[in-house]
T-cell receptor, first 117, second 114 residues
Framework: DTEVTQTPKHLVMGMTNKKSLKCEQH?????MYWYKQKAKKPPELMFV???????INESVPSRFSPECPNSSLLNLHLHALQPEDSALYLC????????????????FGPGTRLTVT | AQSVAQPEDQVNVAEGNPLTVKCTYS??????LFWYVQYPNRGLQFLLK??????LVKGSYGFEAEFNKSQTSFHLKKPSALVSDSALYFC????????????FGKGTRLSVIA
């Protein structure tokens, strides 16, 4: 199984809503990542989890709250988002985290297309 | 700090012709280099990587890339393009210690015309 799954595929939410994005992998990977991608742009790193602990937060606003309940699951909780937060949110995983000082490629999920109205 | 440049926003090639998508990098120490492809409304798919050894790296779907240390380049190539290769291609780099986040280039849109 070399797949990263993400749910939902699409999400429309108002600025006062609370919603969550879910990401799952069963490859035994110990690093998981959240990226935000705007149209025709490269992915922008948001958060990195290494061995289920938050290791990198790229100065992301607090309206985005990540959670890693176990080594296979990664959530992104959303609250009071702004229209400019509309984007494709990508989850990725790699066998080992950055601290392992390796060269491990990241495997990406299909993304959640988020629209904030 | 590491960086990646993809000098072409768009590359057009006729089906059956060879294709090249360019990438140059800047990193302290030895680089780890990656190519990813993204089809419309999809996540990124890993194509290939260079770590060390042979400068010509072979990857998925018939793609290969050539590492050139003196020119700090890692161009993606394919001998015969298919219409289905049309997608957005990203080059990415990790520094040789691998302890900083992956840095992506801005992407190159490849259009293969039948």
């Amino acid at each position: 199984d070399t797949e990263v799954t993400q749910t939902p595929k699409h999400l429309v939410m108002g600025m006062t809503n609370k919603k969550s994005l879910k990401c799952e992998q069963h490859m035994g990977h110990r690093a998981m990542y959240w990226y935000k991608q705007k149209a025709k742009k490269p992915p922008e790193l948001m958060f990195v989890y290494s061995y289920e602990k938050l290791s990198i937060n790229e100065s992301v606003p607090s309206r985005f709250s990540p959670e890693c309940p176990n080594s296979s699951l990664l959530n992104l909780h959303l609250h009071a988002l702004q229209p400019e937060d509309s984007a494709l949110y990508l989850c990725a995983s790699s066998l080992r985290p950055l601290e392992a000082r390796g060269h491990y490629e990241q495997y990406f999920g299909p993304g959640t297309r988020l629209t904030v109205t | 700090a590491q960086s990646v440049a993809q000098p072409e926003d768009q590359v057009n090639v006729a089906e059956g012709n060879p294709l090249t998508v360019k990438c140059t990098y800047s990193v302290s120490g030895n680089p780890y280099l990656f190519w990813y492809v993204q089809y419309p409304n999809r996540g990124l798919q890993f194509l290939l990587k260079y770590i060390t050894g042979d400068n010509l790296v072979k990857g998925s779907y018939g793609f290969e890339a050539e590492f050139n240390k003196s020119q700090t380049s890692f161009h993606l190539k394919k001998p015969s393009a298919l219409v289905s290769d049309s997608a957005l291609y990203f080059c990415a780099v990790l520094n040789g210690r691998g302890n900083t986040p992956l840095v992506f280039g801005k992407g190159t849109r490849l259009s293969v015309i039948a």
